[in-house]
């Protein structure tokens, strides 16, 4: 089994829809992110959090909100999703022990995310 | 402003090619880190540096922290290594990431 899951893995939706993309992970990891990815642009930082009680927006949080249902589960809601946000998402989970060498980030499979 | 930025944007290189593929960063780091990213979308992690050189089978990756920059380097490159290659930088808080360098290798 994956240690980091996402569902849907392939989601097409209308403008003003209310979408929510799920991230769970069986790794134990602290912290979580969800990123999307679009050609040419690299991914891009969303949301993080690195307990269940601390939630960060990232480099671009508008549209977008959050919620860390527990240490395992991650979830990432478009309120009213609009075209520009058809994109490759990303959750990705991350340990940290306070050594900069343990830090990798483990990549859930991604969502693709359509919408008209 | 790009934190990351890596170069080539695009490679194509003959089977048993040695590639390499560089990465230039401007913020403070505690890690640098190589990705693969498979035709199919997911994601994996190749390396992570704090300094010096790692090797792992083929593939060798190595970082300059006073230079701010880090090679990744392909030897004897084969078809399945065709691939985008993503640099990513850990600040400590948050990662940012290159756009990414695609590499065809044909046969």
């Known amino acids: 089994d994956a240690d980091v899951t996402q569902t849907p893995r392939n989601r097409i939706t209308k403008t003003g829809k209310r979408i929510m993309l799920e991230c769970s992970q069986t790794k134990g990891h602290d912290r979580m992110y969800w990123y999307r990815q679009d050609p040419g642009l690299g991914l891009r930082l969303i949301y993080y959090s690195f307990d269940v009680k601390d939630i960060n927006k990232g480099e671009i949080s508008d549209g977008y909100s959050v919620s860390r249902q527990a240490q395992a589960k991650f979830s990432l809601s478009l309120e009213s999703a609009i075209p520009n946000q058809t994109a490759l998402y990303f959750c990705?989970?991350?340990?940290?022990?306070?050594?900069?060498?343990?830090?990798?980030?483990?990549f859930g499979p991604g969502t693709r995310l359509t919408v008209l | 402003k790009n934190e990351v930025e890596q170069s080539p944007q695009n490679l194509t290189a003959q089977e048993g090619e040695f590639i390499t593929i560089n990465c230039s960063y401007s913020?403070?780091?505690?890690?640098l880190h190589w990705l693969q990213q498979h035709p199919g979308g997911g994601i994996v992690s190749l390396f992570m540096l704090s300094s010096g050189k790692k090797k792992h089978g083929r593939l060798i990756a190595t970082i300059n922290i006073q230079e701010k920059h880090s090679s990744l380097h392909i030897t004897a490159s084969h078809p399945r290594d065709s691939a985008v290659y993503i640099c990513?930088?850990?600040?400590?808080?948050?990662?940012?990431f290159g756009t990414g360098t695609s590499l065809t290798v044909i046969p």
């Open positions: 990705a989970t991350s340990d940290h022990n306070g050594v900069a060498a343990y830090n990798e980030q483990f």
């Open positions: 913020v403070g780091i505690s890690a």
């Open positions: 990513a930088v850990d600040t400590g808080n948050q990662f940012y």
